[in-house]
């Protein structure tokens, strides 16, 4: 089992786990605020956009070209932006901590 | 032979050369920006290209001699968007609720068991108006009995049947909204009236003036937009049965499917934005002053972006198409029309074998040299 912590745009900390699938799924599945998924996970909408703590950044790892194209001019995009429906749920980001963009 | 539910890209050229094609609007030329990434930086930039310019301007074509009432939060820049937005960001998301599916089910149900049992059906008037119509009542909150009042004003509700903007039409609308709200005073209810009714901005209660604005807002942006979409929709099943069968083989594609139906059909073709100052895109001049057009539809067939842009391939996974706008402005109305086309599909997949053409008219939009196909002025078909 792979544990992600969400931090929410009102300071609440929520620790989720889960095996497959990719964070936004996993995020929507523990109606986690903030997050939405609108457009299912295919990079469109930008309800799903997250900023990974510096710390975890070389886990989690920099987005596609073309997520990058989409966070770039989001409202709310930082050096650590990433939109977590192209993030999969594995081992390799086991305990990285996740803020819900606001 | 074309299939009759492909829709062409007329812009490509325009596209890839310039960047930019020019139409006149009623003498205030719009400048329209083609590419994805280009359409993705002025809708970013609402300093430079703003919404907030008189109303009715930032549409295309210009509502501004058929109306003075601002649109909210659709004609309002930050951050004063961002005030009105918030109060009904939870509203709008109201359609993920199980309930609503469940009562969207029972009408598309219904209604797709009606047009089972006729011979010929005129997809866009005894079907997607209808259906547009009742799932509306839904997004409101009222009876389901308004729709047949809303039914009945026909399928545009700023157009007569030319292409002409139509001010007496609008009339209708505005004085049906004037009314419900004077009800809403009266009777709070549930609905979306009482709801605004009761809200505040910056401390203050929202002015009747306002409340009009969002509701006005909710019935325009909703009409055409999803009866384009299902219209197309059924226009392609028809012709793809394939397509239909393959959803009802992996119903896990058929959120891929709705995202690519939107891109592929694009219902919005542009909206516009005032420029502020003196500026450029694809190093053309663009005056302060003067109108540019985020042209969705371009966008959404840049082949930079997407490979195969002019085919509908289904289950598309990486699919970042601006059908619903981009950034500041994005639709409020997503998750209605999603969750729309959802329960659309999965009635088609349960209920229906296959729908046959019968005949269809196309609607064609002009915009300077550029002929667009939108979808159907008519079209004929039999549910099987
Ligand atoms: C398939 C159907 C639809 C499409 C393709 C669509 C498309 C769009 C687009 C492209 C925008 C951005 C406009 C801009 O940037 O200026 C927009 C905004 C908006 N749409 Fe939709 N729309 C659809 C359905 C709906 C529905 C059903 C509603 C409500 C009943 C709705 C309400 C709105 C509102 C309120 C805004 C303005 C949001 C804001 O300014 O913050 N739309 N829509
Ligand atoms: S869910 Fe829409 S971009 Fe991630």
New binding site residues.
Partial sequence: MTKITFVTSDDNSITVEGNTGNVMELAVQNKIKGIDGNCGGVCSCATCHVHVEPKDWEKVGAPSTMEADMLEFDEKVSDYSRLSCQMKVTDAIDGVVLKVAK | MMEKSAISDPFEKARLEKGVGEMDDQNDPVTMVLGHKDVRKC?HNWKTYQ?GAEPGR?VIPSEVNIRDIR??????DPPM?GE??AL?EQW?KRPLEADYQAALEKQIGALVDEVLTKDSVEVIKEFSLIL?SRA?TL?FNVPFSESETWISWGTHVFRSEGNALDGDKANILYNYIDNEIEKSIQNPGKDLYSVLLASEVNGRKLTKEEVKG?VV???S???D??I??VTNSIAYFSEHPKSLDKLRKEPELINFAIEEL?RY????TQ???VATEDTQVCEHAIKAGTRIG?N?VSANRDASVFENANEVVLDRKINPH?????????????T??RQ??KVLIKTLIKKVNSIEILDAKENIETLGEFKRKVGFDSINVKFN
């Fill in positions: 809708a919404s930032i649109q909210i939060p659709f004609e309002v968007h009105y937005r009904v709008f547009q509306l997004l969002v807002l909710t019935f942006g909703g009409r937009t999803i384009n979409a939107i059909f694009s219902p919005l909206m516009g934005r985020l969705w601006v059908a619903f706008g981009f950034g500041t402005h994005n639709c409020l109305g997503a209605h029309a729309i086309l």
